[in-house]
């Protein structure tokens, strides 16, 4: 079982998707990663040797931000926003949509359920 920044890749899986395990990795950039370092895409995690492993290992680790750091940028980046009080700063503190959805009907997660009314007259009973 390969273990590349602390994730375990699935080893019955084609080295272009099991690579895709690690956050910051998708399908078009395990693809360059594999042609950088000649492995054939379609070749299974358990077929890999010692060799190709700690290759993958070395480009990750030097060439791309992933797993923690990833998401340790991330996490600073809205920090900062959220400290400038910037438009999107705001709207990730009171957790609503901020690339422009509508919050009218949608954005159900971040507004919360339906609230009742109070003072809300109900109908009499019969």
């Known amino acids: 079982m390969a273990r590349i920044e602390g994730v375990d890749l699935p080893k019955n899986k084609r080295t272009e998707i099991g690579l895709t395990y690690i956050y910051g990795i998708g399908i078009s950039r395990s693809q360059e990663i594999l042609e950088k370092i000649n492995i054939d895409k379609s070749t299974k995690i358990k077929d890999l040797n010692d060799e190709q492993i700690i290759l993958l290992r070395n480009i990750l680790s ?4 992933l797993e923690g750091n990833l998401k340790r940028s991330q996490a600073m980046n ?3 926003l959220m400290d400038i009080g910037c ?3 705001r709207r990730h503190r009171i957790n609503l949509p901020l690339r422009g959805q509508r919050t009218r009907t949608n954005a159900r997660t971040g507004r919360g359920t339906k609230k009742t009314i109070a003072g809300k007259k109900k109908a009499p009973r019969k």
Do not use: A, C, N
């Open 62 to 65: 030097s060439d791309y931000e």
């Open 87 to 89: 438009y999107k700063g």
């Open 78 to 80: 809205i920090k900062r």
